[in-house]
């Protein structure tokens, strides 16, 4: 018997469009067909859109991009779109090759080819090779780009599927190798076998020759965990097999798994990251953490010999410190060093460290260089099992991206490749501005506009954000934005607010749950700064955003409306009183809060645009985007939202691609199309 003083989940109002969570029922996709037949009538016939899908395609189909690669073995694999190949080509080359201006490529595999043997629309997930031998790999394959996939064993060597290999059905599968014979396994193995996050909960051992109902349970978690995971670390000397607990979305529990089957977990705090690679642990406390009488700060990394670390020493070297404007941004090994790439307000700067030989004393720290101003730079080992060779991109908003290789230690690295220019970027300057949020932070964001630009509050300006998940968005080049939005006269903006990782975990944890509304106040607080610079006004500012910017952009057009002439919200979750029951929504409970929850639904409604969209209100024109192959957000947030727009009375669109997964798009056609309705959509209402 339930007491009457334990608290009940919030009750449900009555919800007209719940009819359209029914994602692939004929009368749903009916109504989403007949609304992208309005949408595409409206904003997609024009000689204006024809012009902008044409020249994103271009730059997407480019034959002078940089194919970046990838090491396995002693070749170099990339995959590859173009308008000849649109589901792509799994291909490889050699170095000496690839340092060359046109390489001479070898297809290992030709998705296309094998869609039209399988009548399926394959979309490519990526290959696990088993080292050291990388002779055989595991090749993930979505239809329609969902997060769900089948897996195959291929040949790298025959450069063919093995017949009576290992293979497993369409799921949401985690799965590695333990040895040629052997793999981990994490997939749905029937009822009960699935997370409330709709992720594995039972990890097994599964040998070749035998049926998968027969592998051996490694570990279960709980339902309302996120998922588990097994994996082997071949690395000559330091073999190691591991398991893992995903709670949530930012808290784990990793164990040793010895060869008898018993588990030694590495202890560790839930929400810190750890990496072990050879002799060393690296761990990222995502809070103050104490531990042998020393406290840590949240955002730094550390460094521990792991045996020692698991047999109980707790000797750790701070290896990065953060502090008000500065957080990592990301690490990597090479055989002997270890590359660290910090950010100091949003720019980034490049650290060598190379560990003492005997273990013990402090660590050699040397510079790789600072990115070029307002730019971005990025290194990373490229086999660290052999050598200290690295590439180093460099890139910015009118900067193509430049690739180098180098070798920590002797010389300066060489270009391997430069990206085309896909527009006149010496027409525009790039300038970096910081707004004051409502609570007094002060948030950074970049500016990308013409060199004559007149601050006169009419210039058509399209302000981005994220703001999620400790996601970070930095300097980059796009081809696609210099064509569609700065050539035609428009400001790009991005928008640093929190939530994001532009500061480390603590601008992040700034606006988890409770906290939501800042990502919305900052993004605000951006807007106003562009408006009191006279850079636009509200009838010519525009918002975009996608996935967890998607619901950012819903919330701006409940909550800012009147700061915005359009917005478009591309895969967006909008429904929060239901979002942990639709697609992959439990898993988010730790960035948003749990809508059962009482306590909690009375903050999440806050920022709940789906909730919060009431008649009688001065709503801008909004665009709704999605997929219905999209099995993470999933379609019926956008559906509902717009169906409850339309109703209400606004100016609402809506497309729903039948393919695509999460990213909206199965090809490079696909992806010029989404993004130039985007784009054409904002430039009939902002211009």
């Not at 291909?91 to 998705?111: G, H, I, N």
Request: hydrophobic letters at 35%.
């Amino acid at each position: 018997m339930t007491s009457s003083l334990t608290p009940q989940p919030p009750s449900q109002p009555q919800d007209d469009h719940l009819w359209l969570e029914d994602i692939d029922g004929e009368k749903q996709l009916a109504w989403a067909r007949e609304q992208n037949a309005l949408t595409v009538q409206a904003h997609a016939k024009s000689p204006a859109f024809e012009a902008l899908q044409q020249g994103i395609l271009e730059v997407l189909d480019s034959e002078e991009r940089i194919p970046m690669v990838h090491k396995i073995g002693p070749r170099f694999y990339n995959f590859w779109r173009d308008k000849a190949h649109p589901k792509g080509l799994w291909r490889r080359t050699t170095l000496a090759e690839y340092r060359k201006p046109q390489p001479a490529w070898e297809t290992v595999l030709d998705l296309d080819a094998l869609a039209a043997q399988d009548q399926e629309n394959w979309v490519w997930h990526g290959a696990d090779c088993l080292d050291p031998d990388y002779r055989r790999c595991l090749i993930s394959l979505s239809r329609g780009g969902a997060d769900a996939d089948v897996v195959r064993e291929f040949d790298l060597e025959a450069k063919a599927f093995v017949e009576g290999g290992f293979t497993l059905p369409e799921a949401k599968n985690h799965v590695g190798w333990k040895d040629i014979d052997h793999l981990y396994v994490a997939t749905d193995f029937g009822p009960g076998s699935m997370t409330s996050s709709s992720y594995p909960r039972i990890v097994k051992e599964w040998r070749r020759g035998t049926p998968l109902e027969s592998a051996a349970t490694v570990y279960e978690g709980l339902h309302d965990d996120m998922s588990v995971g097994a994996w082997r670390d071949n690395t000559p000397g330091f073999e190691r097999d591991y398991v893992s607990r995903q709670m949530d979305f930012y808290d784990s529990e990793t164990w040793l798994r010895a060869a008898d089957g018993t588990l030694a977990k590495i202890d560790v705090p839930d929400d810190a990251l750890a990496e072990i690679t050879r002799e060393w642990m690296l761990v990222e406390p995502r809070t103050d953490w104490t531990v042998g009488g020393t406290t840590y700060r949240s955002g730094s990394l550390l460094a521990a010999r792991f045996d020692d670390y698991m047999a109980g020493r707790r000797e750790l070297t701070v290896l990065f410190e953060p502090d008000d404007t500065t957080a990592l941004d990301s690490h990597s090994w090479t055989r002997h060093h270890l590359i660290v790439n910090v950010m100091h307000d949003v720019v980034n700067r490049l650290e060598v460290l190379t560990p003492p030989a005997d273990g013990k004393g402090p660590w050699k720290r040397e510079s790789l260089g600072g990115a070029p101003a307002l730019s971005t730079i990025a290194a990373g080992g490229i086999d660290e099992d052999e050598n200290d060779d690295y590439f180093l991109t460099v890139s910015g908003f009118l900067q193509p991206t430049t690739l180098y290789i180098g070798t920590i230690g002797p010389g300066e690295p060489q270009v391997l490749k430069d990206s085309p220019a896909f527009f006149d970027a010496s027409r525009y300057r790039v300038s970096q501005h910081f707004a004051t949020s409502k609570d007094g932070t002060r948030v950074p964001y970049f500016e990308i506009a013409a060199r004559d630009l007149q601050a006169n509050g009419r210039n058509p300006t399209l302000q981005y954000a994220y703001g999620g998940f400790e996601i970070s968005l930095q300097p980059s080049y796009s081809g696609s934005i210099g064509r569609a939005w700065l050539e035609q006269g428009g400001v790009y903006v991005v928008a640093n607010i929190r939530g994001g990782g532009e500061y480390g975990p603590r601008w992040h944890q700034a606006a988890l749950q409770e906290n939501r509304l800042r990502t919305c106040e900052d993004f605000a607080a951006v807007s106003e700064d562009l408006i009191a610079r006279n850079i636009t006004s509200p009838a010519h500012l525009g918002a975009m955003g996608g996935s967890n910017g998607g619901l950012l952009m819903g919330n701006m057009l409940t909550l800012y409306p009147q700061l915005y002439g359009a917005i478009v919200s591309e895969v967006a979750l909008l429904d929060m009183r239901r979002y942990t029951q639709l697609s992959a929504g439990a898993s988010w409970i730790a960035e948003y809060g749990d809508p059962e929850q009482p306590e909690e639904w009375e903050f999440i409604r806050t920022f709940s645009p789906y909730e919060n969209a009431k008649p009688g209100q001065a709503y801008p024109p909004a665009l709704f985007t999605t997929s219905t192959r999209d099995d993470r957000v999933g379609p019926v947030h956008a559906r509902k939202m717009h169906a409850k727009m339309a109703a209400l009375g606004y100016d609402s669109r809506f497309y729903e691609n039948m393919e695509g997964g999460h990213s909206a798009a199965t090809d490079n056609k696909e992806s010029a199309f989404m993004d130039a309705l985007g784009y054409a959509y904002l430039w009939q209402h902002i211009r």
